[in-house]
């Protein structure tokens, strides 16, 4: 499959080049001088927290713009993640996805910031992302930047790995009506209505939507490559209950009284009911297949309801010399509860257990921008956040002993300054640094620098040093026991199991070449990077705790190559290779049976065979006549051993194909649309996720939406 990739990747260089030469010939035929369709390196900001074009910024970057969105034909957010370099995204459950720069995660997926518009939406006690009950749709996305690298500098803690940063839409961006209507296989049935309006002062948007599908289909037979043993079919025959509905709403409005003054003001909710829970340690009488009649099962198949809200306002201030003030502050909720009955040791309990997570965030934010001299710009500020958890675990006799209640507010600050300085007109200084002091009263100083010389007009080097730390979660400094970790809700436990866990530390260095090649209108985005990670936490099997000790260095390439031969065609192309080696073998030998190899003649190293040593992806979409387009995307990941799963969870190499095809229309009048038909997996491959009874079948739906 390797040798395979490496075709595929060369022929789409080789003839995307082609491409590009013979329509550059053809249009210095006509026009000499016509490149008006060129476009350089987009402008971003999540990076440093200043407007940058993306060959000054100091990490490398990923943009997701609208057009990509549309053409890669994606329901979800988190699959619009597989279009950048080195990222891994898997699914424990249909609406539970995991997403993690360059793997080494467990199903939580805890090294990421995620932003949208600018609030952190990862809660506690977890410390990971809700995606399925975030209260926006993919078509409230404007554009997303990901920073590939540590970031913490600018975004302070969770920023180890990265930063995802989406962007919705702006108030203005809906003046109408709008209506949408997708239905397809595996019960997929979507329906959205939006509408806005523009004024002199005010803009708004509002978005009513319902998504819903029946995630992957109950297995009847076992995937391709999975041994036909009577353990695995108990595993992974008949398990599958992760149906998701959700019902959301979002709203953005601008006012705008003068050319000084912006007050943006953002609210949202979304209920979602997710089906989780397994059957495959039920006991004999009810699974025929389990072949330990006293087995436990406190995971059984039920619903996992979650109630998830947010208000954001931010007041921007334009300031003498185009300085500007910026003051923000968001709140978040989420309530989450599920009521579900267990077997102990074989034994039906007939009164359920009921489990409820409360948690809820305050934050407010000063920034200000400013430039000092002509040659220098200059951000600083300073933040404070409350997260509040209450988490409660209601259990009938004879397992009331794990019943428990949990609270625990905290507070956290911190302050940041980025400055970039510009000494020479080919060189650009960036650095930068954010001292914060969180819940544990770790004090953790995260800096940054880069140095981005313009070699010559149109080509960029870029060299760059960080280090960033990240806060234990929660459930990590507290602890529940397995027994006391029922369902699918973490309820932690009632004193801290590791309080003097220590944050993880992440150093990392990179290289990186950028560049513009407008005689065929091509991009190179090439990245060498070096990260280590330290006092890594894990779950020690030995203490029965998390603890730190876990050491991992990842080294590799990334590499973004993107032309667009005519007007009408662009091609995307992502590819990574990464290297990896960590003390999982040590600390196997001292006896960590959670770094137990699950194979050994593939894998000696369970940590870095938890990374996939090559991916990909290809994204081509080019508009026709008559108001057709045509979209294609190609995926492709390495084989490789989740972190937390059995043997049978191993994933083979994947590889995956989707196709879009939309025909737009419009009338005489205000009234225009369009219809779209999309296939995922076009040649149903079988792939398998994270949890091998995910197998991702053939997708096939299609979406009309109306505007007027």
Same mark, same amino acid.
């Given at each position: 499959?390797?040798?395979?990739?490496?075709?595929?990747?060369?022929?789409?260089?080789?003839?995307?080049?082609?491409?590009?030469?013979?329509?550059?010939?053809?249009?210095?035929?006509?026009?000499?001088?016509?490149?008006?369709?060129?476009?350089?390196?987009?402008?971003?900001?999540?990076?440093?927290? %200043?407007?940058?074009?993306?060959?000054?910024?100091?990490?490398?970057?990923?943009?997701?713009?609208?057009?990509?969105?549309?053409?890669?034909?994606?329901?979800?957010?988190?699959?619009?993640?597989?279009?950048? $370099?080195?990222?891994?995204?898997?699914?424990?459950?249909?609406?539970?996805?995991?997403?993690?720069?360059?793997g080494t995660t467990d199903q939580y997926a805890r090294r990421m910031q995620v932003l949208i518009d600018g609030r952190s939406v990862y809660l506690p006690p977890l410390s990971a992302v809700g995606w399925?009950?975030? $209260?926006?749709?993919?078509?409230?996305?404007?554009?997303?930047?990901?920073?590939?690298?540590?970031?913490?500098?600018?975004?302070?803690?969770?920023?180890?790995?990265g930063v995802i940063s989406i962007t919705t839409r702006d108030a203005t961006a809906v003046n109408g009506k709008q209506l949408a209507y997708t239905h397809g296989t595996q019960g997929i049935n979507d329906?959205?209505?939006?509408?806005?309006?523009?004024?002199?002062?005010?803009?708004?948007?509002?978005?009513?939507?319902?998504?819903?599908?029946?995630?992957?289909?109950?297995?009847?037979?076992?995937?391709?490559?999975?041994?036909?043993?009577?353990?695995?079919?108990?595993?992974?025959?008949?398990?599958? !209950?992760?149906?998701?509905?959700?019902?959301? %709403?979002?709203?953005?409005?601008?006012?705008?009284?003068?050319?000084?003054?912006?007050?943006?003001?953002?609210?949202?909710?979304?209920?979602?009911?997710?089906?989780?829970?397994?059957?495959?340690? !039920?006991?004999? &009488?009810?699974?025929?297949?389990?072949?330990?009649?006293?087995?436990?099962?406190?995971?059984?198949?039920?619903?996992?309801?979650?109630?998830?809200?947010?208000?954001?306002?931010?007041?921007?201030?334009?300031?003498?010399?185009?300085?500007?003030?910026?003051?923000?502050?968001?709140?978040?909720?989420?309530?989450?509860?599920?009521?579900?009955?267990?077997?102990?040791?074989?034994?039906?309990?007939?009164?359920?257990?009921?489990?409820?997570? #409360?948690?809820?965030?305050?934050?407010?934010?000063?920034?200000?921008?400013?430039?000092?001299?002509?040659?220098?710009?200059?951000?600083?500020?300073?933040?404070?956040?409350?997260?509040?958890?209450?988490?409660?675990?209601?259990?009938?006799?004879?397992?009331?002993?794990?019943?428990?209640?949990?609270?625990?507010?905290?507070?956290?600050?911190?302050?940041?300054?980025?400055?970039?300085?510009? $000494?020479?007109?080919?060189?650009?200084?960036?650095?930068?640094?954010?001292?914060?002091?969180?819940?544990?009263?770790?004090?953790?100083?995260?800096?940054?620098?880069?140095? !981005?010389?313009?070699?010559?007009?149109?080509?960029?080097?870029?060299?760059?040093?960080?280090?960033?730390?990240?806060?234990? /979660?929660?459930?990590?400094?507290?602890?529940?026991?397995?027994?006391?970790?029922?369902?699918?809700?973490?309820?932690?436990?009632?004193?801290?199991?590791? $309080?003097? %866990?220590?944050?993880?530390?992440?150093?990392?260095?990179?290289?990186?070449?950028?560049?513009?090649?407008?005689?065929?209108?091509?991009?190179?985005?090439?990245?060498?990077?070096?990260?280590?990670? #330290?006092?890594?936490?894990?779950?020690?099997?030995?203490?029965?705790?998390?603890?730190?000790?876990? &050491?991992?260095?990842?080294?590799?390439?990334?590499?973004?190559?993107?032309?667009?031969?005519?007007?009408?065609?662009?091609?995307?192309?992502?590819?990574?290779?990464?290297?990896?080696?960590?003390?999982?073998?040590?600390?196997?030998?001292?006896?960590?049976?959670?770094?137990?190899?699950?194979?050994? /003649?593939?894998?000696?190293? %369970?940590?870095t065979g938890s990374i996939p040593r090559n991916s990909g992806s290809v994204l081509y979409s080019r508009r026709m006549r008559d108001g057709w387009s045509v979209s294609g995307a190609f995926y492709y990941?390495?084989?490789?051993?989740?972190?937390?799963?059995?043997?049978?969870?191993?994933?083979? /190499?994947?590889?995956?194909?989707?196709?879009?095809?939309?025909?737009?229309?419009?009338?005489?009048?205000?009234?225009?649309?369009?219809?779209?038909?999309?296939?995922?997996?076009?040649?149903?491959?079988?792939?398998?996720?994270?949890?091998? !009874?995910?197998?991702?079948?053939?997708?096939?739906?299609?979406?009309?939406?109306?505007?007027?």
């Amino acid at each position: 499959m390797k040798k395979i990739l490496k075709i595929i990747m060369s022929l789409a260089c080789g003839g995307t080049l082609l491409a590009a030469a013979a329509a550059a010939a053809a249009a210095a035929a006509e026009v000499p001088d016509e490149l008006g369709y060129f476009q350089e390196f987009p402008v971003v900001l999540s990076a440093s927290r %200043l407007l940058q074009p993306l060959s000054e910024a100091p990490n490398a970057m990923t943009v997701i713009d609208r057009d990509m969105i549309a053409a890669s034909g994606s329901r979800t957010i988190t699959d619009l993640l597989k279009l950048v $370099p080195g990222m891994y995204v898997s699914y424990y459950k249909g609406s539970q996805p995991i997403v993690s720069y360059h793997g080494t995660t467990d199903q939580y997926a805890r090294r990421m910031q995620v932003l949208i518009d600018g609030r952190s939406v990862y809660l506690p006690p977890l410390s990971a992302v809700g995606w399925a009950d975030l $209260p926006i749709t993919v078509d409230d996305i404007e554009r997303i930047e990901v920073i590939r690298g540590p970031a913490a500098a600018s975004h302070g803690a969770n920023s180890t790995q990265g930063v995802i940063s989406i962007t919705t839409r702006d108030a203005t961006a809906v003046n109408g009506k709008q209506l949408a209507y997708t239905h397809g296989t595996q019960g997929i049935n979507d329906a959205s209505v939006r509408f806005g309006g523009n004024g002199e002062v005010y803009d708004y948007r509002m978005t009513l939507a319902y998504t819903a599908d029946n995630g992957y289909a109950d297995l009847h037979k076992l995937p391709r490559k999975v041994a036909a043993t009577l353990p695995n079919q108990n595993s992974l025959l008949r398990n599958n !209950n992760d149906s998701n509905q959700a019902r959301l %709403l979002n709203y953005r409005a601008n006012f705008h009284p003068g050319s000084r003054d912006s007050f943006d003001l953002q609210f949202g909710f979304n209920r979602d009911v997710q089906g989780v829970g397994f059957v495959d340690k !039920n006991p004999s &009488a009810v699974n025929p297949l389990n072949l330990n009649p006293s087995s436990t099962n406190g995971n059984t198949p039920h619903d996992l309801v979650a109630n998830s809200g947010y208000a954001q306002f931010d007041w921007i201030r334009v300031l003498e010399n185009e300085d500007e003030l910026r003051l923000r502050y968001y709140h978040l909720q989420r309530n989450q509860h599920e009521t579900f009955n267990v077997y102990l040791s074989g034994n039906f309990i007939p009164d359920p257990l009921r489990q409820t997570a #409360r948690a809820g965030r305050d934050e407010i934010e000063v920034q200000h921008t400013l430039s000092p001299m002509a040659d220098n710009r200059l951000v600083y500020g300073a933040a404070w956040r409350q997260d509040r958890i209450n988490a409660q675990l209601q259990a009938p006799f004879p397992v009331a002993v794990i019943a428990r209640d949990f609270n625990l507010r905290s507070d956290e600050w911190r302050v940041f300054s980025h400055d970039e300085w510009r $000494p020479l007109d080919a060189l650009l200084v960036n650095a930068g640094a954010m001292y914060e002091r969180d819940r544990m009263d770790n004090a953790n100083f995260s800096p940054r620098a880069a140095l !981005n010389l313009h070699v010559a007009r149109h080509h960029t080097l870029r060299a760059g040093v960080s280090l960033a730390y990240r806060t234990p /979660a929660v459930v990590e400094e507290f602890t529940p026991s397995p027994l006391e970790a029922p369902g699918d809700l973490w309820v932690p436990a009632r004193f801290a199991t590791a $309080p003097d %866990l220590k944050p993880e530390r992440m150093f990392s260095r990179e290289l990186g070449y950028l560049g513009e090649f407008p005689e065929w209108n091509g991009v190179i985005d090439l990245r060498l990077f070096s990260d280590q990670l #330290r006092n890594g936490i894990y779950a020690s099997k030995l203490s029965q705790k998390f603890i730190n000790g876990a &050491a991992i260095q990842v080294r590799g390439f990334e590499l973004t190559f993107k032309i667009k031969p005519d007007r009408d065609g662009e091609l995307v192309l992502n590819a990574a290779h990464i290297l990896a080696r960590s003390n999982s073998a040590q600390l196997f030998a001292t006896g960590e049976s959670a770094f137990r190899p699950v194979e050994p /003649a593939k894998f000696n190293d %369970l940590t870095t065979g938890s990374i996939p040593r090559n991916s990909g992806s290809v994204l081509y979409s080019r508009r026709m006549r008559d108001g057709w387009s045509v979209s294609g995307a190609f995926y492709y990941q390495d084989g490789l051993q989740p972190f937390d799963r059995p043997q049978v969870d191993f994933q083979h /190499a994947q590889h995956r194909t989707d196709v879009r095809a939309a025909k737009t229309f419009h009338d005489s009048g205000d009234l225009h649309g369009e219809v779209a038909l999309v296939v995922q997996n076009l040649f149903d491959s079988g792939l398998t996720e994270y949890v091998a !009874n995910n197998v991702f079948e053939r997708r096939v739906f299609a979406t009309l939406a109306v505007r007027w």
